[in-house]
């Protein structure tokens, strides 16, 4: 139960969506409780990214049969295109990195949001990914060097912030 926040994170940053994270959270919860008999703990994994893994791979899955993806694309267009700024600097800031983070490719924003907003290692990211140590490294290394890219387009000459 110690995983559910972070789960639930990772959720809504994938579906954007609090009550479709909260859906994926739930069935991560049911499918690792009755498959934990195929849980094997050792030095080469951990709860943690088992349960990552089930979250990320239902979230494929939802994605490939097309689950409520006419709705997920028109919620996507209406928050682009009705994104408001608060008054606070940080509120701003906040929006404009999430306006960037949608704006890299899927594969890159995943690495990042591992690394970065879950505080995983390379090696569990790349384990929940499928993907070798170093590939995870390429994709986080690609990710910030493509918002600093279009954080520059976006705000010429203006503190750097996001990407520091």
């Known amino acids: ?9 990772f959720a809504r940053f994938c579906a954007r969506d609090p009550a479709l994270a909260d859906d994926l959270v739930q069935e991560t919860v049911l499918r690792a409780l009755s498959n934990m008999h195929s849980f094997q703990p ?4 951990n709860m943690r990214g088992w349960c990552f893994t089930i979250l990320r ?7 490939r049969r097309g689950k409520k ?3 997920l694309l028109q919620h996507y267009a209406h928050d682009a ?13 906040l929006n404009e990195l999430e306006q960037l983070l949608w704006q890299l490719s899927p594969l890159l924003r995943e690495a990042l949001v591992l690394i ?9 990211a790349a384990a929940i ?6 590939t995870m490294k390429a994709r986080v290394s690609r990710a910030r060097a493509t918002l600093r890219t279009l954080l520059d387009e976006t705000r010429p000459g203006q ?3 996001l990407t520091e």
């Not at 050792?42 to 994994?45: A, V």
């Open 116 to 124: 970065g907003a879950q505080e995983m290692t390379y090696a569990q």
């Open 159 to 161: 503190d750097k912030t």
């Open 57 to 63: 791979n239902l979230f494929l899955q939802q994605v």
């Open 42 to 45: 050792g030095p080469d994994s």
């Open 129 to 134: 990914c499928g993907v070798g140590i170093g």
């Open 81 to 93: 295109n009705t994104a408001t700024h608060d008054e606070g600097g940080q509120a701003d800031s």
């Open 69 to 71: 993806e006419t709705a």
């Open 1 to 9: 139960m110690a995983l559910v926040p972070a789960l639930r994170g």
